[in-house]
């Protein structure tokens, strides 16, 4: 029997140089098939950096993208990954669009991905079974590049907020973090806890503290606009309970202008 020993002495000298031939050969194609992809994302990237941007000219911005293949029009939801490793995370979103039909751009440490043809639930599955390194903001758009934009802008502070708050692989679309999205779009990632500590803090490490559920109690009591039968109803105890539970709360953050939880009997609703 031959062994590899006896095979490998049956190569020649013009074998080896041969094969050493055809490993630069391949060597070569595959770098350049390389540089090739990277300069058509780069390409692609830099298109959807200028649809994205409100000072692109939107008929230029249409006439490069439909060079490249993209249609603006077909274009249904975008992602915004604020990424905490903008490398592995770029990789990662650029499989996505992929495996999406989609394109992805890195803008400062935030990556965007558009896609044609998936609604927000189709979007939100796909990405939840990945683990991207940041939370995503998603956010559905229209037909045409003003509609991307916006879209857009509301998937990149979704996910801003998402950061501020801690939330590093949250995923959230804009309607999910109402009012709170404008007013912390601008937040550094600390800043929004800290707001939540200042107001709130005493409360929330009371509950966890003792295992109450004081902050649901407030949660729910706000949610019925201060209806206090309403409250009892759906929190299922009685109505002093419920007092008792509100003047704890009271205690715990202090009075502001009355009452903090606007409880006292000038500012109730029993209906």
Request: charged residues 25%; hydrophobic residues 40%.
């Amino acid at each position: 029997m031959t062994t590899r020993d006896d095979a490998a002495g049956d190569f020649t000298d013009e074998d080896v140089r041969l094969l050493a031939i055809g490993a630069m050969a391949v060597a070569l194609v595959a770098a350049f098939e390389r540089s090739v992809q990277e300069a058509h994302l780069r390409t692609r990237g830099e298109i959807l950096a200028s649809l994205l941007s409100p000072e692109a000219d939107e008929t230029s911005v249409r006439r490069r993208a439909r060079q490249a293949g993209m249609d603006v029009d077909a274009i249904t939801a975008v992602a915004v990954l604020d990424a905490y490793d903008t490398d592995s995370a770029a990789d990662q979103v650029a499989l996505l669009a992929h495996e999406t039909a989609g394109w992805s751009a890195q803008l400062g440490d935030q990556i965007t991905l558009v896609v044609p043809g998936l609604d927000l639930a189709a979007l939100r599955n796909i990405v939840s079974s990945r683990r991207l390194c940041g939370p995503v903001g998603l956010a559905a758009c229209g037909r045409g590049v003003a509609e991307i934009r916006l879209a857009h802008r509301d998937a990149r502070q979704t996910a801003t907020m998402l950061r501020a708050l801690g939330r590093s692989e949250g995923i959230a679309e804009p309607a999910e973090l109402g009012a709170y999205r404008s007013l912390f779009a601008r937040a550094q990632a600390d800043e929004a806890q800290v707001f939540i500590d200042r107001a709130v803090g005493q409360l929330l490490n009371h509950d966890r503290a003792r295992g109450t559920t004081l902050s649901a109690t407030v949660a729910t009591y706000l949610a019925n606009g201060q209806h206090h039968a309403r409250t009892c109803t759906d929190l299922h105890i009685h109505a002093n309970t419920l007092y008792q539970r509100l003047k704890r709360v009271d205690d715990l953050l202090g009075r502001a202008d009355g009452a903090r939880t606007g409880h006292s009997t000038s500012n109730s609703r029993y209906g």
